[in-house]
């Protein structure tokens, strides 16, 4: 009897041992899944972030440009007016610097 609870006690501390290396490979597979999911994670992350940054960028390079271009087309607006106007831009500056000149003499 006692070699047949010998032999059950190997088989046991076998089964026992396979159970404990299966379920330490079952554990390192799930840890590194977990760290393949974390960098997917990351990624998408850095990509999402990127990619709202470059459209942000983009889309204050267009308004930029746009404002660069309104405002070269109303000085050169202006500048055609005072060239082909130079007494009504002289007047127009007069009135525009006496009226300031009387406000700020209120204060």
Not at 25 to 39: D, F, P, Q, T
Not at 54 to 61: Q, T
Not at 71 to 90: E, G, R
């Amino acid at each position: 009897m006692s070699t047949h609870s010998n032999a059950t006690g190997a088989n046991s501390v076998n089964t026992n041992g396979a159970s404990i290396e299966s379920l330490l490979r079952r554990e390192e597979k799930i840890v590194n899944e977990i760290g393949e999911m974390a960098n997917d994670a990351t990624n998408l992350v850095k990509n999402f972030t990127t990619q709202k940054f470059e459209r942000a960028k983009a889309s204050l390079a267009q308004a930029q440009s746009s404002i660069t271009d309104g405002a070269k087309h109303y000085a050169s607006s202006t500048d055609n007016y005072v060239h082909t106007n130079p007494w009504t831009s002289l007047g127009i500056a007069v009135a525009g610097g006496l009226l300031i000149g009387m406000l700020i003499a209120r204060r």
